[in-house]
């Protein structure tokens, strides 16, 4: 793993969450626990000890991709699996409720969704809601981050798209 570059040097630049760039690709927007996005400026200042710091594509910002949420929602580490959902349910949330756009026009809003399918998400949640055994509490997330995917509306908004 490659220490984390200090402020400005050219490993900092190179970063893919950089707050110098003119434009970041949507799978690399970063969220925090409760599903909000977290500027790369401000992911910048999030102090580690709030638990948003890991060893992913730019540990020096906090926060965490759809992919790598997606990941983490595979582990074979009950802990880790249940920050995924519940962090992911809350995404899907907001994003069903038009926190990121309403409209086929809107960039934002369509792009998170592409990450959410790209990552297999929803097939992630609803097999770990639905297996026999393994940790209640894993299967209570996942439950949970479909009920949420449900209350914030998005699968009736873009029903076959």
Same mark, same amino acid.
């Given at each position: 793993?490659?220490?984390?570059?200090?402020?400005?040097?050219?490993?900092?630049?190179?970063?893919?969450?950089?707050?110098?760039?003119?434009?970041?690709?949507?799978?690399? /927007?970063?969220?925090?626990?409760? @599903?909000?996005?977290?500027?790369?400026? %401000?992911? $910048?200042? !999030?102090?580690? +000890?709030?638990?948003?710091?890991?060893?992913?594509?730019?540990?020096?910002?906090?926060?965490?991709?759809?992919?790598?949420?997606?990941?983490?929602?595979?582990?074979?580490?009950?802990?880790?699996?249940?920050?995924?959902?519940?962090?992911?349910?809350?995404?899907?949330?907001? /994003?069903?409720?038009?926190?990121? @756009?309403?409209?086929?026009?809107?960039? %934002?809003? $369509?792009? !998170?969704?592409? +990450?959410?399918?790209?990552?297999?998400?929803?097939?992630?949640?609803?097999?770990?809601?639905?297996?026999?055994?393994?940790?209640?509490?894993?299967?209570?997330?996942?439950?949970?981050?479909?009920?949420?995917?449900?209350?914030?509306?998005?699968?009736?908004?873009?029903?076959?798209?």
């Amino acid at each position: 793993m490659a220490p984390i570059p200090t402020a400005d040097s050219p490993a900092d630049r190179e970063s893919p969450y950089y707050p110098g760039q003119s434009s970041l690709p949507i799978a690399a /927007l970063r969220f925090d626990f409760k @599903g909000g996005l977290i500027p790369p400026r %401000l992911s $910048r200042s !999030i102090p580690t +000890s709030k638990g948003l710091h890991h060893h992913g594509q730019a540990p020096e910002a906090a926060g965490y991709t759809i992919e790598e949420l997606a990941i983490y929602a595979r582990s074979a580490v009950p802990a880790q699996r249940c920050v995924a959902f519940q962090t992911l349910g809350r995404i899907l949330y907001r /994003l069903g409720k038009g926190e990121w @756009g309403n409209g086929e026009e809107d960039s %934002l809003g $369509r792009g !998170i969704w592409s +990450s959410v399918q790209e990552g297999r998400v929803l097939e992630s949640l609803s097999e770990a809601a639905i297996v026999d055994g393994g940790h209640r509490g894993s299967r209570a997330y996942a439950t949970e981050a479909l009920w949420l995917f449900e209350k914030g509306g998005w699968r009736e908004q873009w029903s076959g798209r």
